[in-house]
Nanobody
Framework: QLQASGGGLEQAGGSLRLSCAASGRTFSSHAMAWFRQAPGKEREFVAAINWSGTTTSYHDSVKGRFTISRDNTNNTVSLQMKSLKPEDTAVYYC???????????????????WGQGTQVTVSS
């Protein structure tokens, strides 16, 4: 199971850090990702990290502003968000995919476990 936290209301230009805690003993065998869904829009890929933390991938819209990281000792994955924009407003979901590959994928169909989502609102 995945439990996301850390969302909230922030002004444009500000920062937020999302965390996702995973239960179970196989966290280090899973690639992790963050997706988001804005009102009236489809859910979209934000960032992903492979099982070891050596490979990351980002949506173009967040490159240079967001950083995904993981701690396999504490079974957590984080998303550090800086220079927030109003268009970052969405519900953010963490997701897991069983994979020991060095590569990461961004399609949500590849991720089998999902957290409940945490709301991020960026005011202008």
């Amino acid at each position: 199971q995945l439990q996301a936290s850390g969302g909230g209301l922030e002004q444009a230009g500000g920062s937020l850090r999302l965390s996702c805690a995973a239960s179970g003993r196989t966290f280090s065998s899973h690639a992790m990702a963050w997706f988001r869904q804005a009102p009236g829009k489809e859910r979209e890929f934000v960032a992903a990290i492979n099982w070891s933390g050596t490979t990351t991938s980002y949506h173009d819209s967040v490159k240079g502003r967001f950083t995904i990281s993981r701690d396999n000792t504490n079974n957590t994955v984080s998303l550090q968000m800086k220079s927030l924009k109003p268009e970052d407003t969405a519900v953010y979901y963490c997701a897991a995919r069983f994979s020991k590959s060095l590569a990461v994928v961004g399609g949500e169909r590849y991720y089998s476990s999902w957290g409940q989502g945490t709301q991020v609102t960026v005011s202008s």
